[in-house]
């Protein structure tokens, strides 16, 4: 079965995907808690099939964890896991950016154009919208480079970072520098300075890895801080 999505038509197993992503990246589902197959079954209302196909993606991206006697959880948060995540992210993207740079066209980059401007205009009254128009943001400069592999792993790494990407927004700086960091790489890309893109890519990623990595050891810091109170009363 095939429902008819604002992209097009979507299977069963894309509408319980995109719910159960979207609960995990607001922290609907928090990191830890369990994914019952049961009461996704129950909540979406459809069968086990495109739960479990949903949840095998999802634990290739790093969304959940599946372990033996324990179950389906919401992969926990960590320090690490972001920095190797932005690690890998900087030079995938990097790679996908300097490609789309010699191949990008006029079209291209006036749809690019009009999506920082949504961007800009979203990211105060409407932020999850702004979050979703930023992802379409990326992935259509992304899919300029052309090259199939990059798609295929750019967007499996992009899910695990959005729960740090949106820690991150507090003290990211303001949104007219964001804003002015997507113009730049864009016009980058129309001028055709694969280099000088590539490297605006890694500076726009690295200033959103260091406020989320900040912003997360501060977390971890309060709930060490909760526990050892806890431990002593």
């Known amino acids: 079965m095939r429902l008819e999505g604002r992209n ?31 009461e996704q079954v129950e909540r ?14 999802l634990e290739r991206s790093g969304l959940v964890d599946r372990t033996p006697h324990r179950g389906t959880h919401v992969a926990e948060m960590s320090a690490q896991d972001l920095e190797e995540t932005y690690r890998i992210r900087q030079e995938l993207e990097a790679m996908a950016v300097a490609e789309a740079a010699g191949r990008i066209d006029a079209a291209a980059c006036e749809e690019i154009e009009r999506l920082v401007e949504d961007y800009a205009a979203l990211a105060e009254p409407d932020p999850e919208q702004a979050l979703q128009v930023h992802s379409r943001l990326h992935m259509t400069i992304y899919e300029a480079s052309g090259s199939k592999w990059l798609m295929r792993l750019i967007p499996m790494l992009w899910d695990n970072s959005e729960r740090y990407r949106r820690l991150s927004l507090p ?4 949104v007219s520098d964001r804003v002015a960091e997507h113009r730049r790489i864009v016009e980058l890309c ?7 893109a590539a490297q605006a890519l890694r500076e726009h990623l690295s200033h959103t890895f260091e406020a ?14 909760a ?3 806890s431990a002593n009363s």
């Not at 197993?13 to 159960?20: F, I, K, Q």
């Not at 979406?44 to 993606?57: D, G, H």
């Not at 989320?212 to 801080?225: D, M, N």
């Open 227 to 229: 526990r050892e109170e």
């Open 44 to 57: 979406l209302q459809m069968s086990s099939v495109p739960i479990r196909e949903a949840l095998r993606y």
């Open 8 to 38: 097009g038509p979507r299977t069963l197993a894309d509408v319980a995907l995109a719910e159960l992503k979207q609960d995990i990246i607001t922290g609907a589902l928090p990191p830890g808690s369990p994914v019952r197959l049961q």
């Open 190 to 196: 129309r001028l055709g300075d694969a280099e000088a």
């Open 212 to 225: 989320a990595i900040e912003r997360l050891k501060e977390v971890e810091r309060q709930e060490l801080a």
């Open 171 to 174: 003290v990211r700086g303001t």
